[in-house]
């Protein structure tokens, strides 16, 4: 085997999908821009479609005309990013349902694409996207006579439960949507372990699905495990890698392996990483270069033939601890040069 591979365990998925739908008494959407956070949007969706899931969100117009190829008629599909100069003929090809920002946007929804089925997203503190409180009132009255599907807004902090952030945008939120006949939504996979309070009709978890924090009871969804292409001993004083920044005290039975930062594999994590051989803990060994990486194998009592940088033994939240960012970047950045393997029923 030369290549790595990326197995996404569906079974996994499905069950972090029931957990998180079992924590609310309302509708559990999915999010699954960015290719489902890299796990592949195609197979997941349509996994998630086959338990019932009916709202599919993405970032882009783009991701939701690939989506609905996947996907055929019946779920919806709604886009974040709403409606945005040039994107008329993909809403209506693909009958895709924009979340929209702005007055711009409303505008240019109802001259394009009038009576097309549409969302909006109001901004409750986080100013990234959405109307802010003094546009919705002002567009509140003609968004709501052309009955919007859904209205929404997004939480800045709601991985972190105690952040004064979370009640002030739920105050802001009932306070925009108090009268607002149509569905609202206002949580993710924080929010919704945030509880009932900020539930409203729907949420839309993403992160949670896929094995990420803040869910901790996630189970891991992806897995990535690496061959190993060569071993040598380094005697002391030897190094290995780029810039000779690792260099032997003692020594050490060295395994080269088939994976490197153009595979995603971030290479600020090195210093701190370390990939499972067996059930033996290996600290990678100098720099990431491209394509390999080096791991020391000194302590592994029989060679497997892949070791496993994510799964079992190591969550995306431990890589992304070693790499100082988040399990969302883990999983996003996985590259495209991975054997992709779905296990599913
Ligand atoms: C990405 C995103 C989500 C999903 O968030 P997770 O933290 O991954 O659950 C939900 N809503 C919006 C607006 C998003 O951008």
């Not at 956070?37 to 599919?56: D, E, H, P, W």
């Amino acid at each position: 085997m030369a290549q790595s591979t990326l197995t996404i365990d569906l079974n996994a998925l499905r069950t972090n999908w029931r957990n998180l739908n079992s924590k609310t008494a309302c509708e559990t959407a999915v999010v699954v821009k960015a290719d489902s956070y890299g796990l592949g949007a195609g197979k997941v969706s349509q996994m998630l479609a086959q338990i019932g899931v009916r709202k599919f969100f993405v970032a882009l117009a783009e991701e939701g005309v690939a989506l609905r190829q996947a996907l055929g008629d019946g779920p919806e599909i709604c886009v974040f990013s709403g409606h945005m100069n040039g994107d008329a003929e993909k809403i209506s090809g693909a009958r895709l349902t924009p979340m929209i920002n702005s007055l711009d946007q409303m505008l240019l929804h109802i001259e394009t694409l009038p009576g097309h089925p549409f969302g909006v997203q109001l901004d409750t503190g986080m100013n990234r996207l959405g109307m802010e409180p003094a546009e919705w009132s002002a567009l509140r009255e003609i968004a709501l006579g052309q009955n919007p599907e859904l209205v929404m807004s997004h939480l800045a902090c709601a991985d972190e439960p105690d952040h004064p952030m979370n009640a002030q945008q739920l105050r802001v939120f009932k306070e925009m949507t108090h009268d607002v006949d149509a569905p609202r939504s206002l949580s993710a996979t924080g929010g919704i372990l945030l509880g009932p309070d900020y539930h409203f009709d729907l949420c839309r978890p993403g992160i949670g699905l896929y094995g990420g924090l803040p869910f901790v009871d996630a189970q891991p969804v992806a897995s990535l495990d690496i061959p190993v292409i060569q071993v040598r001993t380094v005697e002391e004083g030897e190094s290995v890698g780029y810039g000779n920044t690792w260099i032997a005290e003692q020594p050490t039975y060295v395994a080269t392996i088939a994976a490197g930062y153009a595979d995603g594999i971030i290479r600020a994590m090195g210093p701190k990483a370390y990939v499972y051989a067996g059930e033996q803990r290996c600290k990678i060994l100098g720099r990431i270069s491209m394509d390999l990486i080096a791991v020391d194998v000194t302590n592994v009592a029989e060679m497997p033939e892949t070791v496993e940088l994510l799964g079992r033994h190591q969550s995306v939240d431990t890589l992304a601890d070693a790499a100082g960012t988040i399990g969302y970047e883990i999983l996003t950045s996985l590259g495209a040069r991975y054997d992709r393997h779905y296990i599913d029923g």
